[in-house]
């Protein structure tokens, strides 16, 4: 089912910007903001969301009058935080993705401030990976506080099987055009991943560890065309 609700949002952007009745736009810009992140796990671990940051260039193409389409290809940190609730333990891992968005872009508005809807799949590869933790995650087993308790550990060390993913991310905001050439945009968008970090086989102790991201990104868009 993950498979067949990315390729259909993917054939979705694509047909949005398939007829031609209106003067083409075309705009390229750069963003950054920041990114809040978690893992979903099943069974469940205790985290809190992740701070990161993003940041990326932008292709935007405005085929006819409320519709275009948008491509990007942005940095973007992910990951999740254990919650150790009143504990002074501290455990991150976090990963830092190459991603590229493809995206059916709705506006609509009036030539000075507009809002958009964004909508389309997202494929991603993992860069590289870093563990951050105030305590020697790799013999918590052998420690009181989490003998004691009932919560998963072995996503602490656990190895990355997937370094690639794919997804589907939609966002919204508005643009606000200082002239005919450049305008400034605000965006909040969320994704999900479809692909899990870790195996997932019967076997293993997770069925799940797909990744959902929020960002929220201020941007530049200088028109070409």
Not at 30 to 39: F, T
Not at 94 to 107: A, D, K, Q, S, V
Not at 144 to 167: A, P
Request: net charge neutral; proline share 2%; glycine share 8%.
């Amino acid at each position: 089912m993950r498979r067949v609700a990315f390729f259909l949002t993917a054939i979705a952007a694509l047909l949005a910007t398939a007829q031609t009745h209106y003067e083409g736009q075309i705009s390229v810009g750069a963003k950054g903001g920041v990114s809040l992140s978690r893992v979903n796990f099943n069974p469940s671990v205790e985290q809190i969301m992740l701070p990161g940051m993003t940041a990326g260039v932008m292709f935007r193409y405005i085929e006819e009058k409320n519709f275009g389409l948008i491509a990007e290809l942005n940095m973007t940190q992910r990951g999740w935080k254990e919650n150790f609730e009143e504990s002074d333990y501290n455990y991150s891992h976090r990963f830092t993705y190459l991603e590229l968005p493809i995206m059916t872009h709705i506006y609509f508005g009036n030539r000075r401030v507009k809002g958009f809807f964004n909508l389309g799949p997202e494929i991603n590869v993992m860069l590289g990976d870093g563990i951050k933790s105030n305590f020697a995650y790799q013999d918590a087993a052998d420690m009181e506080y989490f003998t004691n308790d009932t919560r998963h550990i072995e996503q602490m060390t656990m190895d990355i099987k997937n370094r690639f993913d794919y997804g589907i991310c939609g966002g919204a905001g508005m643009e606000i055009n200082l002239n005919s050439k450049h305008s400034l945009l605000l965006e909040g968008r969320f994704y999900y991943g479809l692909t899990d970090i870790f195996p997932n086989h019967k076997t293993d102790i997770f069925s799940s560890s797909n990744s959902m991201t929020v960002t929220v990104t201020l941007g530049y868009f200088y028109r070409l065309k």
